[in-house]
């Protein structure tokens, strides 16, 4: 096995992301959301979980309706 390693993590997560893959897009959403491997950045969250939705990954879009529902990152918006 490897050394568990957030920050490793979330780096493959961004290169997988940034790659346009909606499972990494989500992931790295998820770093910025809690602050794993990243430092905490709610808008940052957001913008994963937005990119990750509009390629129809259904997590990713539940992550986003949560992050509108509760203000996580955005206004709250419980038509968004």
Same mark, same amino acid.
């Given at each position: 096995?490897?050394?568990?390693?957030?920050?490793?993590?979330?780096e493959?997560?961004?290169?997988?992301?940034?790659?346009?893959?909606?499972?990494?897009?989500?992931?790295?959403?998820?770093?910025?959301?809690?602050g794993?491997?990243?430092?905490?950045d709610?808008?940052?969250? /957001? =913008?994963?979980?937005?990119?990750?939705?509009?390629? =129809?990954?259904?997590?990713?879009?539940?992550?986003?309706?949560?992050?509108?529902?509760?203000?996580?990152? /955005?206004e /709250?918006?419980?038509?968004?």
């Open positions: 096995g490897v050394t568990q390693s957030l920050t490793q993590a979330a493959w997560y961004h290169k997988s992301a940034e790659n346009g893959f909606p499972s990494g897009q989500n992931h790295l959403g998820q770093c910025y959301q809690y794993r491997g990243v430092g905490l709610l808008p940052q969250a /957001v =913008g994963w979980y937005t990119k990750s939705g509009e390629l =129809g990954f259904a997590i990713a879009q539940n992550n986003l309706g949560m992050c509108y529902q509760y203000g996580w990152g /955005v /709250v918006s419980l038509e968004q």
